[in-house]
């Protein structure tokens, strides 16, 4: 079976140059994999978004997070985190209090229920995309997250 190329998938016959290439199949990958990720997170009834400040809390709990600090670690910085924080409360994922040292910021932490949630969704989510991810070689995924990096810098 030969791999879909960029330009097929996105029907386009050519690019400027392979820089411009590369952006666009970075960009369609990180979309694809994004699809993938919240059709695995549907039955959960959470949104990848949500998944990622479930994941921020959990990793500092029981220490309480802002909203501000949330935003700064969220891998999507573009998400509405105090949204996103009232969606996750509604649905009682996460708990709200006021920090007493500043009274106009909001503290928040997982719930029990939420830390269930996320260890369940966690699980189906890491052994789906290791799946996926496996057609590229450990080799291959250490040079291209080295390459990502690199990118960034």
């Not at 996105?10 to 960009?27: A, G, H, R």
């Not at 910085?77 to 969606?87: E, I």
């Not at 409360?89 to 932490?109: F, G, I, P, Q, S």
Request: with cysteine; hydrophobic share 35%; aromatic share 6%.
């Amino acid at each position: 079976m030969t791999e879909m190329q960029i330009e097929d998938e996105i029907q386009q016959k050519q690019f400027l140059n392979e820089y411009i290439k590369l952006d666009v199949n970075i960009m369609f990958t990180a979309s694809f994999l994004g699809n993938f990720k919240s059709d695995i997170l549907k039955p959960y009834n959470i949104s990848w978004q949500q998944f990622n400040i479930l994941r921020i809390l959990k990793g500092q709990h029981p220490k309480p997070a802002s909203i501000k600090s949330l935003t700064e670690r969220m891998v999507d910085r573009t998400s509405n985190a105090s949204r996103l924080v009232d969606k996750l409360y509604r649905k009682e994922l996460v708990d709200r209090c006021t920090n007493m040292e500043d009274r106009r910021r909001a503290d928040v932490v997982i719930t029990e229920k939420g830390q269930h949630l996320l260890q369940e969704c966690s699980n189906d989510l890491e052994e789906k995309l290791t799946e996926k991810i496996s057609a590229l070689s450990l080799e291959e995924v250490r040079m291209t997250n080295s390459f990502l990096n690199k990118l960034r810098n």
